[in-house]
T-cell receptor, first 116, second 113 residues
Framework: GAVVSQHPSWVICKSGTSVKIECRSL??????MFWYRQFPKQSLMLMAT?????????EQGVEKDKFLINHASLTLSTLTVTSAHPEDSSFYIC????????????FGDGTRLSIL | SQQGEEDPQALSIQEGENATMNCSYK?????LQWYRQNSGRGLVHLIL?????REKHSGRLRVTLDTSKKSSSLLITASRAADTASYFC?????????????FGTGTRLKVLA
């Protein structure tokens, strides 16, 4: 089956630090990748959609300068939380899909980010 | 908001019983997907049902779709403790070619051994 690797699985850092999260599709070409944020016992909130080689499309209310997304290849997308603050603490999950309609999304195992 | 709503929010059953969870959505769709999430993990795709399908089976899972009522249900038969997880429905987001999906509020299922 399609495998998506997300790294790191958890990170704790000081306020003001920038944190980069990687999302890799290991055995398929991910033409589209998605980044989500999830609060405890809540659903996934889509932050942005990125297509390989083009700028990410951010959902309303998501600061693009705060959450930098890069999708430079068909197997790798990164999310950088810049100058992170405690309110950015959350569970971040990426997913990836290959081209074609009705393709499922394949999810990484998420990154738990804690900002002190 | 386009987000689908699921009910119940939480469900606790005994092993061996069936679990049914429902999803209601707001816009016209061409397909609907169900996902499962174990605590602290990513989501796993369970099943996709197209708008021209009324029912679909996969092992112990049965999904129905009623486009006239804009609702779907997921039935897990003969549940096991390992089925304990959160279950989400997902529907396509607005905008042609975006391929994004909007996830429902989720049902937290607990299967007691």
């Amino acid at each position: 089956g399609a495998v998506v690797s997300q790294h790191p699985s958890w990170v704790i850092c000081k306020s003001g630090t920038s944190v980069k999260i990687e999302c890799r599709s290991l055995d398929f070409q991910a033409t589209t990748m998605f980044w989500y944020r999830q609060f405890p016992k809540q659903s996934l909130m889509l932050m942005a959609t990125s297509n390989e080689g083009s700028k990410a499309t951010y959902e309303q209310g998501v600061e693009k300068d705060k959450f930098l997304i890069n999708h430079a290849s068909l197997t790798l997308s990164t999310l950088t939380v810049t100058s992170a603050h405690p309110e950015d603490s959350s569970f971040y999950i990426c997913s990836a899909r290959s081209s074609g309609s009705n393709q499922p999304q394949h999810f990484g195992d998420g990154t738990r980010l804690s900002i002190l | 908001s386009q987000q689908g709503e699921e009910d119940p929010q939480a469900l606790s059953i005994q092993e061996g019983e069936n679990a049914t969870m429902n999803c209601s959505y707001k816009t016209s769709i061409n397909n609907l997907q169900w996902y499962r999430q174990n605590s602290g993990r990513g989501l796993v795709h369970l099943i996709l049902i197209r708008s021209n399908e009324r029912e679909k089976h996969s092992g112990r899972l049965r999904v129905t779709l009623d486009t006239s009522k804009k609702s779907s249900s997921l039935l897990i038969t003969a549940s096991r403790a390992a089925d304990t997880a959160s279950y989400f429905c997902a529907t396509p987001g607005q905008g042609w070619g975006t391929y994004k999906y909007i996830f429902g509020t989720g049902t937290r299922l607990k299967v007691l051994a």
